[in-house]
């Protein structure tokens, strides 16, 4: 996360913006991370070697036996009527509460004793944010919605040094000393174009700053990386004045080129922004006193936040997606064939920026009516359709199944509609969730869905850095006993439930993994029988999975896969991809694995020897059977040995092979 001070603030806030019905990007529980964190534990064990050794000898005569009490609140909530005392040392990592005050005795020790934000000007290794043109369609007005939210983790070039923009002593730090705003001059130590501003802290021991704690890329575990992260904030050239344009301007530097930037600090450093200027831009050097506020750039003022964050985390990544563009015009392609007549309307209901919509339109010559959820994006894809020429291609806001009457007053039906892949993590527009009504009320009886298949397969990951995201391996750091977390992960279903883990888990991600046993389609999906009928109930049935490598199974990992058209041959569309921004917007879903006979404070692995083929039992809930509200079809996985031992599939259990036809909902 971004700003060392204030790590706790601000996952409080994602879980929040996360919480509020929408399907989040990723999951985890942060205190496994942070456990698993080694060189953390090890950072703070021997900071506090050094006060320790002096704290306990020094109150040994009054403390002759070690009493610890635990105080289970908020630090901000405690005070020293609570202790029953002031500390003489304090170990903090909610920076910013400024508990030194409250809670230490005049002078006493702060661990750590002082930190620096530090933050490096970046190349992404490809654009994430500005769409190249697809087929003849250029995309760039799309760029408009770029802001300085930031992505977490993401491959990059680095162009400049790491600089410190803001140093704090804790000791002495207080809420006034943090600046409103700075500004630096950064010299280039590489030519290319900056993207992005990389944030990253460090946090000394004590002033000496010999032992540091550093988030910096490659100096920390997975589990580290996952538990501190680090922010990449998308970057424009500023202007004159320091403000943003109306469409962002790339700027490009060259090896020795000086670039200023100015650093806000917003909400005593609850939020940072960025602002970078090459000289022959910066018209005259402005004091710090005169930056004026530009927390976004004033053509995105109005635009909620949630829309702003949607189109930076999902809808420039995928209208980034050339393979998925090209997925979509082949399974159009397809259905057009597929009917007998010629179509004559399209339905756009996916998160593709527009694209199949506009295709069909322009290539094909249908009645194109394109539904992106956001009246702001709305009106870009407006604009995108008209400077592209594409005639014939209507875009509405909003949800299809509120429209009825406005999308077809004539009740004439469309004959294609086009959905996102299942699993998509927007907000309502599952297609599980608006295919029925579809059917019901704006697609023809012979319509057809774009893409008509998907399936659901599952694979078997070989990954220890992963198994620490939910667990602690060992039940142990060092000497130290933790099995209690593994317990009570147990106890809250780990072993039951599947969660997404989008990025770590992209074909991008640093985590070391293999697989045992490839993903293959356990469940398949006609959606073009989907909604047709409403569907109720449980079915429980098993796939083998072949075990193509010998090791330990830490999880069973689900995705969904699409397919352009029926056959063996049909072109897919899935989470593997040699693009990036793929692995930020296609989820994977991880449920963890433990040997049936592990104790439970321990969450061994499963052993498996490469020829063996495990028994996957499958339950699939539909409509009211299903235990959460999510659209479509629920899954409860679970490996039940091997062929050799399986005894209830001999008791009768419906046992199907996965080479079966698509199952009919
Ligand atoms: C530990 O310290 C607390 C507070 O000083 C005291 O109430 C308690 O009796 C102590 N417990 C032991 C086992 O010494
Ligand atoms: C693409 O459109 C933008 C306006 O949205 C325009 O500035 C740019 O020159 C166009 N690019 C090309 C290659 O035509
Ligand atoms: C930048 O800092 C100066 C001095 O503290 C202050 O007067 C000015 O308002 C600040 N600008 C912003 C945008 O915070
Ligand atoms: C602890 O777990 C790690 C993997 O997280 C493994 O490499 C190591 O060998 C284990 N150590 C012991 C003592 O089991």
């Known amino acids: 996360m971004g700003a060392f001070w204030r790590w706790l603030p601000e996952i409080g806030l994602l879980r929040l913006v996360l919480g509020i019905g929408r399907k989040p990007l990723f999951e985890y529980d942060d205190h496994y991370v942070m456990l698993n964190d080694i060189g953390r534990n090890h950072f703070y064990r021997e900071a506090l070697e050094n006060f320790l050794a002096r704290t306990l000898e020094r109150n040994r005569e009054l403390y002759p036996k070690t009493n610890m009490s635990v105080i289970a609140q908020l630090s901000a909530q405690v005070d020293a009527d609570t202790l029953g005392r ?34 490096t000007l970046v190349q992404m290794s490809e654009p994430l944010w500005s769409p190249p043109s697809w087929r003849g369609f250029n995309l760039s007005r799309l ?9 977490s983790s993401t491959e990059h070039i680095k162009l400049s040094k790491r600089i410190c923009v ?6 002495e730090a207080t809420p006034e000393q943090i600046p409103k705003n700075r500004t630096f001059w950064i010299q280039m130590q590489q030519s290319g174009t900056i993207d992005a501003a990389l944030f990253d802290w460090d946090i000394w021991a004590d002033r000496s700053k010999r032992k540091v704690l550093s988030t910096a890329q490659g100096s920390r575990n997975f589990a580290g990386d996952v538990a501190w992260g680090w922010l990449l904030q998308p970057q424009e050239e500023a202007a004159e004045g320091w403000r943003f344009g109306d469409h962002p301007r790339r700027q490009e530097v060259k090896a020795g080129d000086w670039v200023q930037v100015a650093v806000e600090f917003i909400a005593t450093g609850i939020s940072m922004h960025l602002r970078a200027r090459s000289v022959h831009a910066a018209g005259g050097l402005e004091a710090d006193g005169m930056l004026p506020p530009v927390s976004s750039p004033s053509r995105l003022h109005g635009i909620p936040r949630q829309t702003i964050k949607e189109a930076n985390e999902f809808l420039l990544p995928v209208a980034s997606d050339q393979e998925r563009h090209d997925f979509y015009a082949e399974a159009l392609q397809s259905a057009v064939r597929e009917l007998a007549f010629r179509p004559h309307t399209l339905l756009d209901c996916s998160g593709n920026a527009g694209l199949p919509g506009f295709y069909a339109a322009k290539h094909g010559s249908l009645r194109s009516l394109v539904m992106p959820g956001s009246e702001h994006v709305a009106s870009i894809l407006q604009e995108i359709a008209e400077e592209n020429g594409v005639e014939g291609a209507e875009v509405f806001a909003g949800d299809p199944r509120q429209m009825f009457d406005v999308l077809l007053p004539e009740g004439r039906r469309a004959n294609i509609v086009v959905v996102d892949p299942p699993g998509t993590p927007l907000h309502g527009r599952s297609p599980f969730a608006i295919l029925p009504a579809l059917r019901k009320e704006l697609l023809q009886d012979t319509g057809l869905v774009v893409p008509p298949l998907a399936c659901f397969e599952v694979g078997l990951l070989e990954s220890h850095e992963l198994s620490q995201i939910f667990s602690i391996p060992n039940g142990t750091w060092e000497e130290v006993d933790l099995q209690v977390w593994n317990e009570e992960a147990r106890r809250q279903g780990l072993l039951g439930r599947m969660v997404p883990y989008t990025k770590w888990l992209g074909a991008h991600s640093t985590l070391r993994r293999r697989w045992l046993s490839q993903p293959k389609c356990v469940y398949h999906v006609d959606l073009n029988g989907y909604g047709r009928a409403p569907v109720s109930g449980e079915e429980t049935f098993r796939r083998p999975l ?4 010998a090791g330990v199974v830490h999880a069973i990992v ?9 056959g063996p041959a049909a072109r897919r569309l899935g989470a593997e991809s040699a693009y990036e921004g793929r692995d930020l917007t296609w989820p994977q879903y991880v449920q963890a694995v433990a040997r049936a006979d592990t104790n439970p404070g321990l969450l061994e692995p499963l052993p498996v020897e490469a020829g063996a083929v495990q028994q996957l039992k499958v339950t699939v809930r539909l409509g009211a059977a299903k235990v959460t509200g999510s659209a479509g079809p629920e899954f409860a996985l679970q490996l039940v040995g091997t062929d050799h031992d399986d005894v209830s599939a001999r008791r009768g259990d419906s046992v199907r092979r996965a080479s079966e036809a698509p199952t009919e909902l």
């Open 143 to 151: 760029e408009d919605l770029q802001a300085m939210v930031g992505a």
């Open 546 to 549: 072949a075990v193509e490598a």
């Open 166 to 171: 803001l140093e704090l002593d804790l000791y």
């Open 558 to 566: 689900g995705r969904w896969v699409v397919f352009a058209e029926k």
């Open 86 to 119: 002031k500390a003489d040392l304090l170990v903090t990592e909610t920076f910013g509460t400024m508990q030194g005050d409250r809670l230490l005795k005049e002078g006493g020790e702060i661990i750590p004793a002082g930190g620096c934000q530090y933050v």
